[in-house]
């Protein structure tokens, strides 16, 4: 069945097991997760991504079926979920399994996808979509965060979190967070501090890019590389960019590779690692061997020099780098 996200809140604890979470609008969808969901199941919350549940379906399905007489309720979340999962979702329904409820993410679905129309007609299953958030709506949720801890800014001050955020949730509360950190040591938050604390938008463009780009995502990587066109600059900074996630990666793999431990690792790293990026750590740590690693920190040291001496194809020197190390394959070491 069809339910608006605001309407959730009454299904939480009902009978409903399974949701389905579409559309662009992703800082929402993780939201109303943490807001709704989480607090109640907060000690059995396991994250897979649909790839690795069609590569090892039976292990998954073992995982489901298999429920100990001490188990807890399982709270499952599906990430970057498609029409390929459908089938295994219906024999779970159809199965009626207690003490499991999983909540499967998804991008935007046409009226055409069946996965969105199997969740839509199904009378034990909710389909909810996210929208891009509008002004408004964006203004409402930055003014009830200050609100609510205390901390006074003018409206000019959230104009301006709202225009460099782009309209993007996780953005904002990047934004948001820092703000508040500031704050507690000053009295008073001025414009010209948050012009200093923020980031633009394209800062989180750049981010995206060399993170999927480091997870080998080529689809990811050759969308966001089409959507944008850079400069000598920008390309400079997603050059640096490249290079802070990179050696920050080969610190946490020559830890891991003398502990054996990736949560210890990622939990003990210094600065702290922000909780939405270790996921994306841990399958770069995965995926990267520690020889590409310093490889590619090589390659980017020179890049930055070759892009100055040749300003003018410095866009076509950089998409060669970045293409080229999606086309490299390595086993993690």
């Known amino acids: 069945m069809i339910i608006k996200s605001n309407e ?29 969901f989480k607090s109640i199941f907060s000690k059995n919350i ?17 995982m489901i079926f298999n429920k100990s007489f001490f188990d807890d309720e399982k709270f499952i979340i599906i990430n970057r979920a498609s029409n390929k ?26 009226k055409k996808s069946k996965l969105r129309s199997y969740f839509e007609k199904h009378k034990s299953a909710i389909a909810t979509a996210f929208y891009e958030d509008n002004y408004q709506s964006l203004l409402l949720t930055v003014q009830k965060i200050f ?21 993007n949730r996780i953005n904002i509360y990047n934004e948001i967070n820092k703000i508040l950190s500031f704050a507690e040591k000053k009295d008073k938050i001025k414009l010209e501090d948050v012009l200093k604390l923020t ?9 995206e890019l060399v993170d999927q780009n480091l997870l080998k995502n080529k689809k990811r990587t050759i969308n966001i590389l089409n959507e944008n066109s850079q400069n000598i600059d920008e390309n ?6 490249f290079l802070n996630k990179l050696k920050k990666l080969k610190k946490l793999k020559i830890d891991l590779q003398k502990t054996k431990n990736i949560e210890q690792v990622l939990s003990s790293s ?31 040291n020179n890049l930055e020099l ?28």
């Open 8 to 36: 959730l809140k009454i299904f939480k604890k009902n009978h409903i097991d399974y949701y389905l979470f579409y559309g662009p609008n992703t800082g929402l969808i993780d939201e109303t997760i943490n807001n709704i």
């Open 306 to 333: 070759e892009i100055k001496k040749n300003n003018q194809i410095s866009s076509q020197i950089l998409n060669n780098f970045i293409l080229e190390n999606l086309m490299s394959v390595n086993n993690a070491v």
């Open 85 to 110: 999962i459908l089938d295994l979702i219906e024999e779970l329904i159809v199965s009626q399994i207690e003490g499991v409820k999983i909540i499967i993410k998804a991008g935007v679905l046409d």
């Open 46 to 62: 396991i994250n897979y991504e649909e790839t690795d549940i069609l590569n090892n379906k039976n292990s998954f399905k073992e």
């Open 199 to 207: 980031n633009l938008a394209e800062n989180y463009s750049y981010s």
């Open 236 to 241: 400079i900074l997603i050059l640096r960019t």
């Open 147 to 167: 609100r609510e801890k205390k901390v006074s800014v003018s409206n000019e001050i959230i104009n301006l979190i709202i225009e460099r955020s782009k309209g």
């Open 270 to 300: 210094r600065p702290p690692i922000f909780w939405k990026d270790k996921d994306i750590i841990r399958q770069q740590l995965n995926i990267l061997s520690i020889s590409e690693i310093k490889y590619l920190i090589q390659r980017a």
